[in-house]
C-alpha cells in the first residue's frame, strides 16, 4: 500500500469511527505514520482528504450498482435493489459508516451517486404498472438506507427484515 493510500484509509477509519469534526490532520498522521505535511501535499487539506474518500468510496459503489443497471427484469431488479446492503462486503463498511455520520452530522448526502439506480428503480416499477413508480423507487431508496442503518450501526441481522421487503413486494 503506498504512503497516499495508508493516509486515505487511515483518515476514513478514523473519520467513521471519530467523526470528521473531531479527527484532526495530526491524528492521522500519527496513526499513519506519516508526516502532516504529507497529508497536505497529497491532499491540500482536510476537506481535501474527505473528498478524496468519498470519490473513492462511490466508485466503489458503483460496482455494486451495476449489475443491478445491467438486469432487464423489473422484479429482480426490484429484489437486488433491496438486497443491495447486504451484499456489501464487511471491508467498505468503514466507508459507509463515514457516509452515514457525515449524513448526519453535517447534513450532506451524495444524492448523485445513486441516481442511474432510482431511474432503473422507476422503469422497473413503471414497467409493471405500478400507480407511483417514482415514490416507489424513492420507497426502496428508504428501505435500502433503513437496511444499512441496521448492518452498519446497530450490527444486526439484517436478512429477515429484507425477507419482509421482498414478501411484501412479492419478489
Same mark, same amino acid.
Do not use: C
Given at each position: 500500500?503506498?504512503?497516499?493510500?495508508?493516509?486515505?484509509f487511515?483518515?476514513?477509519?478514523?473519520?467513521?469511527?471519530?467523526?470528521?469534526?473531531?479527527?484532526?490532520?495530526?491524528?492521522?498522521a500519527?496513526? %499513519?505514520?506519516?508526516?502532516?505535511? &504529507?497529508?497536505?501535499? !497529497?491532499?491540500?487539506?482536510?476537506?481535501?482528504?474527505?473528498?478524496?474518500i468519498i470519490? !473513492?468510496g462511490?466508485?466503489?459503489?458503483?460496482?455494486?450498482?451495476?449489475?443491478?443497471?445491467?438486469?432487464?427484469?423489473?422484479?429482480?431488479?426490484?429484489?437486488?435493489?433491496?438486497?443491495?446492503p447486504?451484499?456489501?462486503?464487511?471491508?467498505?463498511?468503514?466507508?459507509?459508516?463515514?457516509?452515514?455520520? &457525515?449524513?448526519?452530522?453535517?447534513s450532506?448526502?451524495?444524492e448523485g %451517486?445513486?441516481?442511474? &439506480?432510482?431511474?432503473?428503480?422507476? !422503469?422497473?416499477?413503471?414497467?409493471?404498472?405500478y400507480?407511483?413508480?417514482e415514490?416507489? %423507487?424513492?420507497?426502496?431508496?428508504?428501505?435500502?438506507?433503513?437496511?444499512?442503518?441496521?448492518?452498519?450501526?446497530?450490527?444486526?441481522?439484517?436478512?429477515e427484515?429484507?425477507?419482509?421487503?421482498?414478501?411484501?413486494?412479492?419478489?
Open positions: 500500500m503506498s504512503k497516499k493510500e495508508n493516509i486515505l487511515t483518515a476514513l477509519a478514523l473519520f467513521a469511527s471519530k467523526g470528521y469534526d473531531s479527527t484532526s490532520t495530526r491524528q492521522i500519527v496513526e %499513519a505514520s506519516v508526516s502532516e505535511g &504529507l497529508i497536505f501535499r !497529497h491532499f491540500g487539506s482536510k476537506e481535501g482528504l474527505l473528498n478524496a470519490v !473513492h462511490i466508485s466503489i459503489s458503483q460496482s455494486y450498482i451495476q449489475p443491478i443497471l445491467a438486469l432487464n427484469n423489473p422484479k429482480e431488479v426490484i429484489k437486488r435493489s433491496i438486497q443491495l447486504l451484499s456489501v462486503p464487511g471491508e467498505d463498511h468503514e466507508f459507509w459508516k463515514l457516509l452515514y455520520t &457525515l449524513k448526519w452530522q453535517r450532506e448526502y451524495e %451517486a445513486f441516481d442511474s &439506480l432510482r431511474q432503473k428503480l422507476t !422503469h422497473a416499477f413503471r414497467s409493471l404498472a400507480q407511483n413508480p415514490l416507489e %423507487a424513492q420507497l426502496i431508496e428508504i428501505y435500502i438506507d433503513g437496511l444499512a442503518t441496521e448492518i452498519l450501526l446497530r450490527k444486526g441481522d439484517a436478512q427484515l429484507t425477507q419482509l421487503i421482498l414478501n411484501k413486494y412479492e419478489l
